[in-house]
C-alpha cells in the first residue's frame, strides 16, 4: 500500500516508527502488545511503567502534542 497525504505527517510516522523500535531494544520490550511474535513467547518481557510514560512522552512529542498531558499545543 502506498502512503500517500501530508508529507509532515508521513515524517511524524516515519518519527515514531523509529522511536519505536529504539525504545523496544532498549528496554528489551518482547510482549503481544509490542511484536507479534511476543504473543506466544514463554518468557514475554512487558515494559515498565517507566518505560512506557517515557515512550508516551516522546511519541507525543513526536505528533506535536504536549508530552505531559497529551493535548494539542496551543497554537498562539
Do not use: C, K, N
Not at 529504539?22 to 520490550?29: G, I, K, L, S
Amino acid at each position: 500500500m502506498v502512503m500517500t497525504g501530508d508529507p509532515e505527517r508521513r515524517r511524524r510516522l516515519r518519527e515514531l516508527a523509529d522511536l519505536h523500535a529504539r525504545w523496544q531494544a532498549t528496554h528489551q520490550v518482547d510482549d503481544a502488545d509490542f511484536t507479534p511474535e511476543g504473543a506466544d513467547s514463554a518468557q514475554r518481557r512487558s515494559p515498565s511503567a517507566q518505560a512506557q510514560r517515557e515512550y508516551m512522552r516522546q511519541a507525543r512529542e513526536i505528533m506535536g502534542l504536549d508530552p505531559d498531558t497529551g493535548h494539542y499545543r496551543d497554537t498562539e
